[in-house]
């Protein structure tokens, strides 16, 4: 097995509104990884978990709030978005955080998200 | 501030020619460069590295050209192929910060 994956595919939400975005890998990867994509801009790095823990913040707002519950899943919480935050937010996965050197990161398909 | 930078949104070539898809930065710094390719409602998935202190690497029908003194970078497909068709995005990484920048993408199309 070697997916990514990440449910919703689609999400639309209010400005009030509380949800998660939800990543899962089953390849033993130590790393995982929160990404941000707005159309025809590169993906930018939101945080990074290794080996659970949170090893970096890439001074996210306060409304996105990541979660590592175990070593295949990663949340991503949402509360009180913006409509300045809609964009597909794309979950990786690699071996650890070394190997994303290498270009080894494996990438969910993502979830397009919509504030309203 | 954008330090990779991928000029050509778009490239369109006939299939059995070649595909150069290029890529300039803007630090010096950098360690690693990295090709990964997306088709549409999927993620990015890895396609080729470099070290920087290479020139050239190469696998299968895909190599990467690094020109360190024009901060440039470019990756060719020979030769290219329709299901080659997908978005190209270029990165770049350093080891100290461990920060990966991307390009913005260049889509490329591959005509029969």
């Known amino acids: 097995d070697t997916e990514v994956t990440q449910t919703p595919k689609h999400l639309v939400m209010g400005m009030t509104n509380k949800k998660s975005l939800k990543c899962e890998q089953h390849m033993g990867h130590r790393a995982m990884y929160w990404y941000k994509q707005k159309a025809k801009k590169p993906p930018e790095l939101m945080f990074v978990?290794?080996?659970?823990?949170?090893?970096i913040n890439e001074s996210v707002p306060s409304r996105f709030s990541p979660e590592c519950p175990n070593s295949s899943l990663l949340n991503l919480h949402l509360h009180a978005l913006q409509p300045e935050d809609s964009a597909l937010y794309l979950c990786a996965s690699s071996q650890d955080r070394w190997d994303r050197v290498r270009g080894k990161l494996f990438f969910g398909s993502g979830t397009q998200l919509s504030v309203l | 501030d954008q330090q990779v930078k991928q000029n050509s949104p778009s490239l369109s070539v006939q299939e059995g020619r070649i595909s150069i898809l290029n890529c300039d930065y803007t630090n010096s710094m950098f360690d690693y460069f990295l090709w990964y390719k997306k088709y549409p409602a999927e993620g990015p998935t890895f396609l080729i590295s470099?070290?920087?202190?290479?020139d050239k690497n190469e696998d299968g029908r895909f190599t990467v050209f690094l020109n360190k003194s024009a901060k440039h970078l470019s990756l060719h497909i020979v030769p290219s192929q329709p299901g080659d068709s997908a978005v190209y995005f270029c990165a770049a990484y350093t080891i100290n910060n461990n920060d990966m920048r991307f390009g913005a993408g260049t889509r490329l199309t591959v005509k029969p």
């Open positions: 470099i070290s920087s202190i290479k």
């Open positions: 978990y290794s080996y659970e823990k949170l090893s």
